[in-house]
């Protein structure tokens, strides 16, 4: 029998949980090996200073996990590795119980995908160029990743760059903390909208960076006071999401891009553009990257509009600026994986990729013209091409009450406190990722809950009780 002692003090949740996790954790590791025996449940609650009803449940739940099973008289072992892997439960998963509607995520479904990588797996192993996408590439990408991203970064986002300006990312995500690390030092202040997508504001925290937010309307970032913060906070750099920004879904107008311009090259500031969204939206104003390439990093990925799994986005920036990325790359993941990178530019060259642009564009759209029917048209916020929607509360309905209510109701949204910027209050507001259920039928379904919660007015009583 093993003395297997699990850490479990800095896990949170409940005990037991934590244990079967410990358990998960060395198994995965191959510090416990198959067939081995775990202590007795009465020895492992003293030793942990639980009681044995948590060890017995600790031990169910990772038997329900297929990680050990149990023997009447002989104790409980470590199993074999399954024959197939269970399923990882990422963190922006759909909550475990199945019945929740999960509008708390902007995930599209991407009809098709998984067809399409295992006959593009298929037809690359064939190739016989497949080796050539195991080793190191470039920090930057291999030049046809580079320039395939260029391609689509004209064809589907209206931003213009060489190949050599563009670095292959791992998403839209590390592109963000590729830009900061490359632009920015540890103490120095990033202006963002009030409200903003809260992966800046991890990109910021695990940087030092400080942030600090501007004011916002239905048109996204107010000039004016961009400009006030720019002459009192000095900031290094503005990010900003001017097409169907996180989490409001607004299109900044022509106008507010060339006065926003105007002030950053007044302040020198460098412009960050994360358009993620910017392909939903073929009519709105092209890019800002496109009124001012030399003070612009520009980024986006493909998460949107063909798979998150995939973990392939663009970086665009001026070729002064380039090295520094690249040096960031090197320092922060070496380069994006060239067999994803080759998988996507495939698609971009081949039509594939503007195809399943062209689906998801369709599908926003139907969503959103189900959310107008079934809400009332002064909740709700945004623009209609977005694959989300910005909900503003009615009185009395506070938004803690109305998340809680609704989640009480079976459907998961995401309150406006997840993207406020600093200690401002939120306002009562909540974003609805509408493109997260599997179909359209069970998205009526959660709008339907949500128009009757939006009309039942109890929210200001809620907490009290
Ligand atoms: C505005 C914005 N930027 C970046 C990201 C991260 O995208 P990716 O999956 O490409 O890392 C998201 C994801 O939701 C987003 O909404």
Known sequence: MTSWLPQISDREGPRYRAIADALAEDVGHGRLGPGTRLPTH?????????TVGTITRAYAEAERRGLVGGEVGRGTFVRGAPEKAPATEPFWQPPSEPSVINLAVCLPHS???????????ASLAESGRLGNLLGYSPHGGLPAHRAAGAQWLARQHRAIGAPEQIVVTLGAQNAMAVAFAAIARAGDTIVTERLTYHGMKAVASTLGL????????????IPEHFEQVCRRSAPRALYTVPTLHN???AISPVERRAEIVEIARHYDVTIVEDDVFG??????????????????????????????????????????????????????QYSAPPLLAELASRWILDGSADRFAQTQRTEALARQALARDLLPPATVGGDAAAQHLWLNLPEPWRREDFVHELRRRGVSVTGADAFVVGRVSAPHAVRLGLCMPRSREELAHGLGIIAATLDTHVGAGLMMV
């Not at 400080?210 to 970032?221: F, K, M, N, S």
């Open 111 to 121: 009809p098709g995908v998984e067809q399409a990588i295992a006959s593009a797996v």
């Open 279 to 332: 392909f939903l939206a073929p009519n709105a104003p092209p890019p800002i990257q496109t009124m001012a390439p030399d003070i612009t990093v520009y980024l986006t990925s493909l998460s949107k509009s063909i798979a998150a799994g995939l973990r392939v986005g663009y970086l665009l920036a001026p070729l002064s600026v380039i090295p520094r990325v690249e040096a960031a790359m090197r320092a922060l």
């Open 210 to 221: 400080q942030l600090e937010g501007v004011a916002i309307d239905e048109h996204g970032l």
């Open 247 to 249: 989490p409001t879904a």
């Open 42 to 50: 009465r020895d492992l609650a003293y030793q942990l200073g639980v």
